[in-house]
């Protein structure tokens, strides 16, 4: 049952209240709560008044989380978003990039993944805010992303490209996360470890490889056998004659960092270019003094020659790597930047400086993948 405190009444209740403590309540009000303020299915929710009494409950034997999972098709079938909250359980089959995004001036982290079921259906599901680092911790510290397994506890519904997805619904939403190789044994998960039994009658043990190479952590680390065996190692100075866009491994120090190039921007949602302000646009041939044009939350696209209203945060840190042969400028993009700095926050962002995590690099040895472009050779 959902329960309410009074924004009056918090301070006097907040110390009794702990979220996965047994209480017993006394002195309260029941009352209808509307759709959109729902959370759980029923329509009654308790109110503590000022002389609510909260007493310890240490003989409860209950489940603590007490999940009701919906199927996937009760979902993906909605033609209308419902406004009540629910519990999903699915296999990760799949997961996006993290995503740096800015609306209406302000920062945030999204993370796309894709759920299945043991029939087979297909659920999309979107990671916000702080989720988006738990599902991130969870993947750099489960040695296999084959078989994690994904519980949403009152996640929401929301119409994605005309099709119906499900998201973490602000901070009520609790996320689970579990690696399906391994025995769920602890009492309260007993649905989860019956919904990875049903996964294996399914799948079986078999190779979970191609799962897996759906899954992006944070960064696109390339494999040991990538870096010993299927790429040409050069020194920097045979570079130059190495064809564009050919890979090599290259071993050097990070001696600076090119700070003047930034590490960070706005960019387009499709290409990826910078973009800029659609009201700092200046028509150099027009004589005439400009006026602002567009709204605050538009901007232009030099590449796609449009305006635009949806930006991503994209990073890109220029650096100077030395060998025994030479030196060249390599540029890190938003996987390998984002690994340094996975934590960052939109303050940290918005004050302009480096973060130490970044600094630190240099005088540092390191394997680069890299291969060479027409801007590479010019800025070299």
Partial sequence: MQAT????????????????????????SLGEIQPEYRIVKRGLRLSFLSN??????????????????????????????????????????????????????????????????????????????????????????CSDHGKIIAVLQLAMMKVWDG????????????????????????DGFRDVEAFRQSLLVVQGNENSENTASRISTASRNNTKEDFVSKVPMNCIAELLDVGYGVPS???????????????WYLGCRTCRKRVVKSSEIVDLENE???????????????????????????FRLQVRVQDDTGTVSVSLFNEEVQVMVDNMTAYQLSDGLFPPEIMDIVDKKFVFKVSIDEYGIKKN
Avoid at 256 to 263: K, N
Avoid at 307 to 313: H, Q, R, S, Y
């Fill in 5 to 28: 405190v009074r924004q009056a009444l918090v301070n006097g209740f907040k110390h009794q209240l702990e979220e996965g403590s047994a209480i017993t309540l006394q002195r309260y």
């Fill in 288 to 314: 005439t003094p400009p006026k602002p044009s567009g709204g605050p939350n538009e901007w232009w696209c030099s590449k796609c020659k449009t305006t635009i209203t949806g930006i991503k945060t994209q």
């Fill in 52 to 141: 609510t009494i909260i007493e310890k409950c240490p003989d409860y034997t209950g489940s603590l989380y007490r999940f009701d999972f919906r199927p996937f098709r009760t979902i993906t079938d909605l033609k209308t978003e419902e406004d009540d909250q629910f519990d999903v359980i699915g296999q990760v089959v799949a997961c996006e990039d993290l995503d740096n995004y800015d609306k209406n001036g302000s920062a945030g982290k999204k993370k796309p993944i894709t759920l299945i079921d043991p029939e087979g259906n297909e659920l999309s599901c979107t990671l916000w805010g702080s989720y988006t680092q738990q599902f991130s911790d969870f993947l750099d510290k």
């Fill in 163 to 186: 099709k119906m997805c499900i998201q973490n619904g602000f901070k009520a939403t609790r996320l689970y996360l579990f690696n399906g190789k391994d025995t769920i044994s602890t």
């Fill in 249 to 263: 491994i290259i071993v050097g120090t990070i001696c600076a960092i090119q700070e003047e190039e930034g590490w």
